[in-house]
């Protein structure tokens, strides 16, 4: 598929956020900065969260030389208490966002009979409980001010799928986007819109080694993407401003997925069956600790 277009360039107006508040989960690294970044462009005020310190540092750094303010928060999305004094400071400092990136989660490759049940918890707790735990608080705020809201969940396409080496991740994003459709139906009647936005492989700085490596196999197996190419984060950030904006006020419960077609793919002659513990490098399964 062809490149897009540069970074720095929008299909949306200028100004389409000002006085537009968005509380970005994760938005110090990777996509979650790349969809803050874009918001930022547009004149929105942000909100980013998340649990370390360098990573809300470089968002300050980064996003705020796009023009906008920045307001940034330690917070572990698993912890609902936190998560309620951030949107407390998030309001007194801009007032409610208006805007939610459900966008932090968690994920590294394991074979499912290798994972041990803290590992599980982990990553389906912050990546589904957390989650909800935001959207909630997002929601009950809006439902008591009465006032109108647009949710975006970031998910994986292995939620339709499957994701053999990522059990936990794969379904917890699976619970993400069924979470989607039924907030949208309960909250619609209060002006409040959720959607999902699915990114397909899109490589950045801020990998975890664990993801990385695994991106290196993809590379090295040739990419075997239908569009031939990566996806860029920029991409997703348009798609998430385009989700939130005025022009998309009829979409919700829907989860768009920028991924040119991956997830479709299917071949006449089926790949090679390869189990998870070779593909991962690890030897016969043993059950001793
Ligand atoms: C090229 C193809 C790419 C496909 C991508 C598919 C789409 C999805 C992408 C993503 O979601 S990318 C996002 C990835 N980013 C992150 O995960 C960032 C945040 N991650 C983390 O903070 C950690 O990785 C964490 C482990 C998930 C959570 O940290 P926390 O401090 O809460 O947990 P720990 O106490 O460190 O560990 C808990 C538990 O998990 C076990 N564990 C940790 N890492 C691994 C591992 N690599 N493999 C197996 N098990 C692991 C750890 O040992 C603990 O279990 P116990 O030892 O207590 O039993
Ligand atoms: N990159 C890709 O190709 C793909 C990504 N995705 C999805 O895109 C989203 C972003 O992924 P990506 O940017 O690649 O990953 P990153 O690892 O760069 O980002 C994860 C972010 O989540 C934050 N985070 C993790 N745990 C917590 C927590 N308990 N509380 C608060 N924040 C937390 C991290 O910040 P901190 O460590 O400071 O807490 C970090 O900023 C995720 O939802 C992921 O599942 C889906 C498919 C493909």
Redesign the pocket.
């Known amino acids: 598929m062809p490149a897009p277009a540069p970074l720095g360039a929008s299909a949306l107006p200028p100004g389409t956020y000002e006085g537009t508040v968005v509380l970005v989960t994760g938005g110090g690294t990777g996509l979650g900065k790349a969809v803050a970044a874009e918001f930022a462009r547009l004149g929105a005020d942000l909100v980013v969260a998340s649990?370390k310190a360098e990573h809300l540092k470089a968002a300050e750094d980064e996003l705020s030389a796009l023009g906008g303010r920045v307001l940034t928060a330690a917070c572990d999305i698993r912890d609902p208490d936190r998560i309620a004094e951030v949107f407390d400071l998030a309001e007194e400092t801009y007032g409610l966002p208006h805007v939610l990136i459900n966008n932090a989660?968690?994920?590294?490759?394991?074979p499912a009979e290798?994972?041990?049940?803290?590992?599980w918890r982990?990553?389906v707790d912050?990546?589904l409980n957390g989650t909800y735990f935001m959207a909630r608080e997002f929601g009950r705020r809006h439902l008591a001010a009465g006032t109108p809201g647009s949710i975006v969940n970031v998910g994986?396409s292995?939620a339709w799928t499957g994701?053999p080496g990522?059990a936990h991740?794969a379904a917890a994003?699976a619970g993400v986007k069924n979470l989607v459709e039924t907030l949208a139906v309960e909250w619609g009647p209060y002006g409040i819109q959720v959607n999902g936005l699915v990114p397909g492989?899109m490589p950045h700085e801020d990998?975890?080694a664990?993801?990385r490596a695994?991106?290196d196999?993809?590379r090295a197996a040739g990419l075997r993407q239908p569009a031939l190419r990566v996806g860029r984060p920029r991409e997703l950030g348009w798609a998430a401003t385009f989700l939130a904006s005025p022009y998309a006020r009829f979409i919700s419960g829907h989860t768009l997925v920028v991924d040119g077609a991956n997830w479709q793919r299917r071949d006449l002659v089926p790949p090679e069956v390869v189990p998870i513990r070779e593909q991962l490098g690890r030897g016969r399964f043993d059950a001793a600790p």
């Open positions: 649990r989660a968690a994920n590294f490759p394991v290798d994972m041990s049940p803290n590992a982990s990553v912050i990546t994986a292995y994701g990522y991740s994003k492989l990998m975890t664990d993801i695994n991106l196999r993809v």
